[in-house]
């Protein structure tokens, strides 16, 4: 007769919450600690032997070319999805009475320079609507004389001829089998697009979408060459009053580096809410 096994009861086996896989991911990973450290060791350098004497006096100006670059980002983003979900559609399904031009608009968009389009629509339009009398006696005039209309133009137009193609693929990459079952149970058209489509195409377009953004916010400098107020037209004036180069290119270059983790921290919330939501 052979003897069951003994087994060692449960408290010799204590359970910790902070043992296994979770602690590992809480652990940050050796390069970028060490990434951290050169970062800091470069800020506290730069804070130590650079001269930032000058920050108060530009403090004001700094925040104002802030939020001109922050809203025209928010702004072109918004407009410019909103305009790349139709351009996706009409190439990934419709007719080619729709189909055709879309295709050619973001072909032209995206083959030629985004300062030739925004010189194009600011000394293009800009020197045209002076000349019809109904134009200047509008109320629309006294937008049409500023410059920052023409900058959101020009760059809800270019993120939209680059998220229409990306649109196209998120669209076209949705199994066939889940539209057709829908159809076969009686779902109207939109509804098929507003909960099944759309939010599958969103899902699949996010991690493309989160770079978009980012090199949105790189193109905004280019909004200075019309002498609209941004962040870097802010910089560039610094340098020419205190004839420094380095503090307010570095203080640019952090600007923008903050702004860019601002927006994949956002987008990555967003692609953990949308299959729970949406999906």
């Given at each position: 007769?052979?003897?069951?096994?003994?087994?060692?009861?449960?408290?010799?086996?204590?359970?910790?919450?902070?043992?296994?896989?979770?602690?590992?991911?809480?652990?940050?990973?050796?390069?970028?600690?060490?990434?951290?450290?050169?970062?800091?060791?470069?800020?506290?350098?730069?804070?130590?032997?650079?001269?930032?004497?000058?920050?108060?006096?530009?403090?004001?100006?700094?925040?104002?070319?802030?939020?001109?670059?922050?809203?025209?980002?928010?702004?072109?983003?918004?407009?410019?999805?909103?305009?790349?979900?139709?351009?996706?559609?009409?190439?990934?399904?419709?007719?080619?009475?729709?189909?055709?031009?879309?295709?050619?608009?973001?072909?032209?968009?995206?083959?030629?320079?985004?300062?030739?389009?925004?010189?194009?629509?600011?000394?293009?339009?800009?020197?045209?609507?002076?000349?019809?009398?109904?134009?200047?006696?509008?109320?629309?005039?006294?937008?049409?004389?500023?410059?920052?209309?023409?900058?959101?133009?020009?760059?809800?137009?270019?993120?939209?001829?680059?998220?229409?193609?990306?649109?196209?693929?998120?669209?076209?990459?949705?199994?066939?089998?889940?539209?057709?079952?829908?159809?076969?149970?009686?779902?109207?058209?939109?509804?098929?697009?507003?909960?099944?489509?759309?939010?599958?195409?969103?899902?699949?377009?996010?991690?493309?979408?989160?770079?978009?953004?980012?090199?949105?916010?790189?193109?905004?400098?280019?909004?200075?060459?019309?002498?609209?107020?941004?962040?870097?037209?802010?910089?560039?004036?610094?340098?020419?009053?205190?004839?420094?180069?380095?503090e307010p290119l570095l203080l640019l270059a952090a600007g923008y580096l903050v702004i860019t983790g601002v927006i994949v921290f956002l987008f990555r919330r967003v692609e953990r809410l949308i299959p729970s939501k949406l999906g």
């Open positions: 007769m052979t003897e069951a096994p003994l087994e060692a009861p449960i408290e010799t086996f204590p359970i910790h919450k902070d043992t296994g896989p979770n602690l590992q991911a809480r652990k940050l990973p050796p390069h970028r600690i060490v990434l951290i450290l050169i970062g800091l060791a470069l800020v506290a350098s730069a804070a130590y032997f650079m001269r930032w004497e000058w920050l108060p006096n530009y403090g004001g100006l700094i925040l104002q070319g802030l939020w001109r670059t922050i809203w025209i980002l928010c702004v072109t983003v918004f407009l410019g999805f909103l305009l790349a979900v139709p351009l996706g559609l009409a190439q990934a399904s419709g007719p080619a009475i729709v189909a055709i031009p879309a295709r050619w608009f973001c072909t032209v968009i995206r083959g030629t320079p985004l300062l030739v389009q925004l010189w194009l629509l600011y000394y293009g339009l800009g020197s045209l609507f002076p000349q019809y009398p109904w134009i200047r006696g509008s109320e629309l005039w006294p937008y049409l004389r500023q410059a920052w209309p023409y900058a959101v133009l020009a760059l809800t137009l270019s993120y939209a001829g680059y998220e229409g193609e990306v649109m196209r693929g998120a669209f076209a990459g949705v199994p066939k089998g889940q539209l057709e079952s829908a159809r076969a149970f009686g779902m109207p058209r939109f509804t098929i697009f507003r909960r099944i489509w759309l939010p599958q195409a969103i899902h699949r377009a996010l991690p493309t979408l989160a770079g978009e953004a980012v090199l949105q916010l790189k193109s905004t400098p280019l909004v200075a060459t019309i002498t609209v107020v941004d962040l870097y037209s802010v910089a560039s004036r610094v340098r020419q009053d205190t004839f420094l180069t380095y």
